[in-house]
Structures are given as structure tokens and as C-alpha cells.
């Protein structure tokens, strides 16, 4: 490499910009290209750090853990923290659990008013299921966010609010949550769509905070149909028949032609293997919507339950036209012709479903 000039050390920097502009672009390949080159001139800890950065992105953690050690060696004082609680959470990526905690514990000891470090040591926590100690971190975390929130603060808040709802306190995780979303300032806390949206965009990355969005949105509009709905829906997901019931009926009191509704009782309903109650909602949905197969081929099974077959075939016929290639909705249409003897008609919709295969 030989000694640095300051020639040098201007190109490295030129290096180092142009990496974390492609950084910031997504562009990681070329990036990391680029903190190379800034290599080529010197060892430096940007350099170092950004190419870990680059790897975490990419997947690869065990170049994230080789660079951010890297990085660690040529750490300026005031980087050391961050270095420490980056390669703390890189080997956590590889469930080295004692390193990612000891690194992470020694970021916070460094600099204990760091709401971020706080965050990253509350999160390991959290992710090694102590969640106790998870709060305690993002309850320190939340001690250096000022009063007037800054959108740096909203993971912040939002971790802290899921540490209290992990404890049982909703209260505190609900105005946790509404401390983050004011933090982001994206948001108008006094619409409960607002609140349903963001509901749904965490269904699937964790129901519970998605649930206690639900929950906000009807604190603010008791009437939100949306809501109920939504909550009915993650309930059932869980198991939680009854509630989930209780929440659709709430809904349903609201809005008693909500097709949604009608059609999410009564899958529960079939679930539950309650065809009486089942059938009530299915005749009063396949009223409105006639394109949905899933509910025919529940019709009419229902009504085959109870020998209702000159019911039950239309069902079904309107069922495997609207897919034919539902197996289950041909054998029930089968038997339904084997129980008017038309045997024939039973043979070729038995031999559709594979039942004989």
C-alpha cells in the first residue's frame, strides 16, 4: 500500500462517498467495489465498517463479522460504541448468543445515553426470549428520546411498545405505539383507517402489534367495521374461536350486509363443524356474491349434511363450474346424485374428484 499522501487520502474519500451513495441506491455490489478501492489506498475505518454493513445486507456474516472486526481496530473513540453493537448484532445473525450480548453490552457501556444502542441491546434480548430485560433496555432507550419526538426516536418507541405488550401492559404498549407513529410523523392518530392500515401491514409480521393497532383503531371509533373484522380474522388465526366470533357479530351489528362478514362467520362456523349456524351465513352471502366458489362448495355441503340435496346440487354444480378442478366439490356432487339415483351422473362427477384413484 505504502505511505498515505494526502493525494491519497482524498481519493479514499472520493471512495468512500461514491460506496455510500450506492448504499444509500441499494447498489451494494458496487459499493463494496467501491469501499475497495478505498482500501487499495489505505486501511481505514469507513472503509472497514461499510463493507460489514454491505455483507449484513447481503447475507454473508461471516464477511460482516471478519470486516466489522476490522473496523474495530481502526475505530476512532467516538465510533467504538457503534462498532461494538453492529458486530453485537452480527453474531447474532449466527446465534452466537454470549458474543452478540457481550459486544452489545459493551457498546452500552461506552455510551450509555445512546437510545440506538439501547434499542440493538433490547432487541438480542427480545430475540433470545428475555423479555423482561428486553424492556428494562428499551425503557433506557426511551429515557434519552427528548420530549419532542424526532422520527430517529419511532423505533424506539415501537420496540418498547411491543417489550410492555409481551408483559401484559397494553395500556403502556398502546401509547408506546402512539409515540412512535407521532416520532414518524406520517400519521393522523385521530383516524382509525389509519390505524387499521398499519394493522394490516403487520398481520404477517406479528400479529400481537398488529392486534393492539386493532385495538387503538376501536378506541377511536368503536364503530370501525374494519377493525372488528381485522381483529375477528387475527383471533381465528389464533385459535381464539370464541372471540373471534364475538368480534364478527360485533361487526355484523354495524354493518349486517357486509358480505366479508357474513362469509368469515360462516367459515369459522364450518370450522367448527356448526353447519346449522354455518348455513345461515352462507344463504345470506352467496345472496350478494354469487362468484365466490368456496362458499357454494360450503353450501352444499351443508345441505348434504342434512340430506337437503335438492339444495345441495345446485350448490355444487355452481361450485365445480366456478372451479373444476375442486376435487372435494365433485365427490360431494357425486354422492348428492348417488342419493337421487342417478347413477350415471354420480359415476362422472366421482371420477372427477379421484376417488376411485
Known amino acids: 500500500m505504502g505511505f498515505l499522501t494526502k493525494n491519497k487520502e482524498n481519493e479514499s474519500k472520493k471512495f468512500i462517498n461514491n460506496g455510500k451513495k450506492y448504499l444509500n441506491q441499494g ?29 449484513m445486507m447481503l447475507g454473508n456474516y461471516q464477511k460482516t463479522i471478519y470486516y466489522y472486526e476490522l473496523a474495530l481496530e481502526f475505530s476512532p ?36 445515553s445512546s437510545s440506538l444502542l439501547w434499542t440493538n441491546l433490547g432487541g438480542l434480548y427480545h430475540r433470545f426470549g428475555a423479555s423482561e430485560k428486553a424492556l428494562e433496555c428499551h425503557q433506557k ?11 430517529e426516536d419511532a423505533l424506539v418507541c415501537y420496540n418498547l411498545a411491543v417489550s410492555n405488550l409481551e408483559e401484559g401492559e397494553v395500556e ?19 383516524d382509525p383507517d389509519e390505524w387499521v ?60 350486509s357486509d358480505p366479508r362478514i357474513l362469509f368469515n362467520l360462516s367459515n369459522i362456523y364450518v370450522m367448527q363443524n356448526d353447519w346449522n349456524e354455518a348455513i345461515i351465513y352462507l344463504e ?37 363450474l366456478l372451479n373444476p378442478s375442486d376435487k372435494m366439490a365433485w ?9 337421487t339415483g342417478e347413477t350415471l351422473k354420480a359415476w362422472e362427477c366421482l371420477k372427477k374428484s379421484d376417488i376411485f384413484y
Do not use: H
Not at 27 to 52: H, Q
Not at 141 to 151: G, I, R
Not at 175 to 184: H, S
Not at 331 to 339: F, M, P, V
Open 331 to 339: 365427490r360431494c356432487l357425486g354422492i348428492s346424485y348417488q342419493k
Open 141 to 151: 432507550a426511551a429515557e434519552f428520546t427528548s420530549n419532542k419526538l424526532k422520527p
Open 77 to 112: 473513540v467516538n465510533s467504538k460504541a457503534l462498532t461494538y453493537s453492529s458486530l453485537g448484532l452480527a453474531y447474532s445473525q449466527i446465534n452466537e448468543k454470549e458474543k452478540a450480548l457481550e459486544y452489545c453490552k459493551k457498546a452500552v457501556e461506552i455510551d450509555p
Open 197 to 256: 392500515s398499519v394493522g394490516n401491514d403487520l398481520i404477517q409480521k406479528d400479529k400481537d402489534m398488529a392486534k393492539l393497532c386493532f385495538t387503538i383503531a376501536l378506541d377511536v371509533d368503536s364503530k370501525c367495521v374494519d377493525a372488528w373484522n381485522n381483529l375477528g380474522g387475527i383471533n381465528c388465526e389464533l385459535g381464539m374461536i370464541k372471540e373471534a366470533i364475538s368480534c364478527y357479530k360485533k361487526a355484523m351489528k354495524i354493518r349486517p
Open 27 to 55: 447498489r451494494v455490489k458496487e459499493a463494496i467495489s467501491e469501499f475497495e478501492k478505498s482500501l487499495d489506498n489505505s486501511p481505514n475505518y469507513e472503509a472497514f465498517f461499510n463493507l460489514g454493513s454491505c455483507y
Open 284 to 320: 345470506k352471502f352467496t345472496k350478494m356474491d354469487r362468484s365466490m366458489q368456496l362458499a357454494w362448495r360450503n353450501l352444499g355441503i351443508g345441505y348434504l349434511k342434512f340430506d337437503l340435496i335438492s339444495d345441495a346440487i345446485p350448490c355444487l354444480k355452481k361450485a365445480v
Open 172 to 190: 403502556k404498549a398502546k401509547e408506546c405505539l402512539k409515540r412512535a407513529f407521532i416520532a414518524g410523523g406520517k400519521m393522523n392518530l385521530a
